[in-house]
């Protein structure tokens, strides 16, 4: 309750909200996914840094072949990724060639 | 970038190597298996942050921020974007739309709401997935150490003020936010989260402009962002530029199908097992983190070590951090720092005895509801409401 006052008696002090426009530039992405141990990455490049960078792939934890089949399902059901399925087989050998 | 001044050179000359140079260090998160990160100090308005993802951004404020003051600095606040978003937001032109189930569906400016009565609340900010990375077994998803986090004052309107001035019908049962994040492909499910209609008219729930004192940076959702103190920050809507009142619950994928966790106020399931029934995540947990003393530190020999470190009770305040060297057999309560209410970080400061060798230095929290975390730590499948007590490796010299 003494919060809620205590809120109360702020609330005149609480600035104004921002007038001016605000932009930004991004830094530039991490780049291709690497080959590993003589495994192309370019399935993987193509179908999948589209929508994230190549860090969501390379920050994971070691995944099972069937873990890393199920998160590209779920990017093709869920997030509608166009990930053509004959490319499947080539992304997974990447994947698991850590 | 502020921090630094090279007379020598433009800004823009600045931008343009801190862009182009290699990460600038490396952290290691902790994680049994890959967890060495980039810091990077690219990012716009914002200091040296851990690199997660550059796109969308996640980017995981180091833990020794927290060390430093009870409010997080916007420049070194986490961020978390699902899709992308605008890099360019005029405020004077931005628009919140309130529509669905009311009586005078509206489009409100920033001057409309700044009108209603002003309100400011400190609270903690935290992912769902804080500190994913760190369960046993692992999970895919963002490998956050505990940095997902942190504690602002937040300053705007109440959400329930601004609902008033359309006239909420009788029968409504969920408010859902979007904002201006829109996903690649166009079959995705836009982001939106909803809270049922009670919590949405809670005193508590804001909509934020401010954040510390300034606008918010554009990363953690300028101009507009929801703010539900005490609830997972998937709440939290950045860009927020629309509010739809539900005659329904939610069915949409990010309520319906995402941010599930285990029907148990821990979220905890053994590994082995099936998850079973799945709820929304909703409150935080008691968390307390030392701040102090990275994992793995070498430190002199005192005569007592200094322990800080920053806790939060969740929904509630923190009522009490006690500290352990022994595996939780005894605890040596810990004294608390300034009380910013029941939904801000507690700093806290205590001191263990730890004669020469290694020692796991255990620090919990309980909140003022009688809740205290866990010595086992929970598990889910999708790493949410981590909520166990955290050990810190230490080696007395």
């Known amino acids: ?98 | 970038m502020g921090r630094y001044t090279i007379p020598m050179l433009t800004r823009r000359t600045l931008i343009a190597s801190a862009l182009a140079a290699p990460a600038a260090a490396q952290v290691d998160l902790g994680f049994a298996d890959n967890g060495l990160r980039p810091t990077t100090r690219g990012f716009p308005q914002k200091g040296e942050m851990i690199l997660q993802r550059s796109t969308p951004p996640l980017l995981e404020t180091p833990l020794s921020v927290f060390d430093e003051a009870d409010f997080t600095p916007n420049d070194r606040f986490y961020v978390r974007w699902h899709y992308p978003f605008p890099l360019e937001v005029d405020p004077a032109r931005h628009r919140l739309r309130i529509t669905g189930h009311v009586t005078k569906p509206r489009t409100l400016s920033l001057d409309a709401l700044a009108r209603l009565p002003r309100v400011e609340i400190a609270a903690v900010n935290q992912c769902a997935g804080n500190g994913r990375g760190l369960f046993a077994p692992r999970m895919a998803g963002a490998q956050w150490g505990n940095g997902a986090m942190g504690n602002a004052l937040w300053e705007g309107v109440r959400l329930k003020d601004v609902l008033a001035l359309a006239g909420i019908k009788p029968g409504a049962v969920a408010v859902r936010a979007s904002g201006l994040d829109a996903p690649v492909v166009d079959s995705a499910p836009d982001y939106a989260k909803s809270l049922p209609i009670d919590h949405a008219l809670s005193d508590d729930v804001l909509i934020a402009w401010g954040m510390n004192g300034q606008p918010l940076p554009l990363l953690n959702g300028f101009p507009l962002r929801l703010v539900v103190p005490g609830w997972y920050s998937t709440y939290w809507v950045k860009m927020l530029d629309q509010i739809e009142v539900l005659d329904r619950p939610d069915d949409g994928f990010w309520m319906a199908k995402a941010y599930l966790q285990p029907a148990n106020s821990l979220a905890d399931v053994d590994p082995a097992s099936p998850a079973g029934q799945r709820v929304p995540v909703t409150t935080m947990r008691p968390r307390a983190l030392v701040t102090n003393i990275a994992s793995g530190a070498r430190l002199p020999a005192r005569p007592v070590t200094p322990v800080q470190g920053v806790a939060l009770g969740g929904d509630h305040g923190v009522a009490m951090v006690e500290l352990s060297a022994d595996g939780g057999t005894s605890w040596v309560p810990a004294q608390l720092g300034p009380d910013h209410g029941r939904y801000a970080f507690r700093r806290f400061r205590g001191a263990l005895a730890l004669p020469p060798g290694k020692h796991s230095i255990l620090a919990r929290a309980t909140n003022a509801n009688g809740v205290t975390q866990p010595l086992r730590q929970n598990w889910n499948p999708s790493g949410y409401n981590r909520a166990g007590v955290e050990a810190v490796a230490v080696e007395i010299a």
């Open chain 1, 1 to 98: 309750m003494r919060v809620l006052l205590a809120m109360a008696a702020l609330a005149l002090v609480a600035a104004a909200p921002p007038a001016r426009p605000l932009a930004v530039t991004l830094p530039d992405a991490e780049g291709l996914l690497p080959e590993r141990y003589g495994v192309s990455a370019d399935a993987a490049n193509n179908n999948c840094l589209a929508c994230h960078s190549a860090a969501m792939i390379t920050a994971q934890p070691r995944l099972t072949r069937v873990q890393w089949g199920e998160t590209i399902a779920k990017m093709r059901t869920v997030y509608g990724a166009p990930i053509d399925p004959a490319d499947d087989k080539a992304i997974l050998d990447w994947l698991v060639a850590d």
